[in-house]
């Protein structure tokens, strides 16, 4: 049970939610956007978040969309996870996305909830900083409506959004969607447990691409570790070596896993990975 009382809105075009989300701040209300509201149920019932008011944005109909449209891929925030997984459309993103939490959860999580998490892993993310995808945002305070971003400009650590925006869609162009790719995913115990690491890699011009979640507090693809990887002058094992110097924050050391085994687990899930990938090189 959530031990709070709140107001639930749920609007039926992004006008009608951009303008609940002002009338209520100058209510000086505190104000939640959802697109699937498993997060925000759980974190509730334990006191680790509380709103004023809840806008469910799933009565959008763009949020729901899940479609090719001309040389573009899109997905609507709300879309879930299964249905992405289903899908196939982008199938480096469905497989990622297949190894988030169990499936009747997967029935509820929506991308959008996914890339917005409090939690720190955010996998569906990896494949979409692969891509250079960009998203459709709406809202804000001024009332400036959409706008069309790259993914890279707004998402840093987490999802950097101003404030009273809400994702939209997703945009992915086509050329991206049936390029090699490896996805990999090593946890503690069973398949569906937090990562030790997670790895989502695809090849471009003959280029390995690599994003990880897991092995640090947030997840991060980094152009610094993409040069070494594709730096075939090094040895193997100095070659590694150089991907773990170059990582961006320490280690995380955890109940999951720590740091010297989760370091352990890295250096082999980049081996298998280029490993998988070299004939596309070629």
């Known amino acids: 049970m959530i031990p709070f009382d709140f107001e639930y809105y749920k609007p039926a075009t992004v ?5 609940t989300y002002r009338t209520l701040q100058e209510q000086k209300k505190s104000v939640v956007y959802y697109s699937g509201g498993t997060e925000f149920i759980t974190l509730a019932r334990v006191n680790q978040i509380s709103a004023d008011a ?15 449209q001309g040389d573009q891929f899109i997905v609507g925030s709300a879309v879930t996870l299964n249905q992405i997984a289903e899908s196939r459309l982008f199938p480096l993103l469905a497989q990622t996305v297949r190894g988030v939490a169990d499936h009747n959860s997967r029935n509820k999580i929506t991308i959008g909830g996914n890339l917005g998490s409090r939690l720190s892993y955010r996998e569906g993310v990896l494949p979409l900083l692969l891509a250079d995808c960009k998203v459709r945002v709406a809202g804000g305070m001024k009332g400036e409506g959409e706008r069309v971003v790259s993914l890279s400009d ?3 650590k987490q999802l950097n959004l101003e404030q009273g ?19 990999l995913k090593k946890t503690k115990q069973s398949k569906v447990d937090y990562p030790l690491v997670s790895v989502a890699a695809l090849v471009k011009d003959k280029e390995i691409r ?3 979640s897991g092995i640090c507090e947030y997840p991060f693809r980094l152009g610094e570790i993409e040069e070494v ?20 924050a320490a ?5 999951h896993g720590s740091a010297g085994y989760r370091e352990f687990v890295f250096r082999n899930v980049v081996q298998e990975t280029i490993d998988a990938l070299e004939w596309a090189q070629k």
């Open 15 to 19: 006008a009608e939610a951009c303008e």
């Open 54 to 68: 809840v806008i469910d944005l799933k009565g959008i109909p763009e949020v729901q969309v899940l479609e090719m």
């Open 154 to 156: 707004v998402f840093d």
């Open 165 to 183: 925006e809400f994702l939209l869609q997703i945009l992915v162009d086509k050329e991206y969607l049936d390029l090699p790719y490896v996805h």
């Open 210 to 212: 690599m994003a990880f």
């Open 229 to 248: 990887v594709n730096n075939t002058t090094f040895a193997r094992k100095e070659q590694l070596k150089q991907v773990v110097g170059k990582l961006p």
């Open 251 to 255: 280690i995380l050391d955890d109940l």
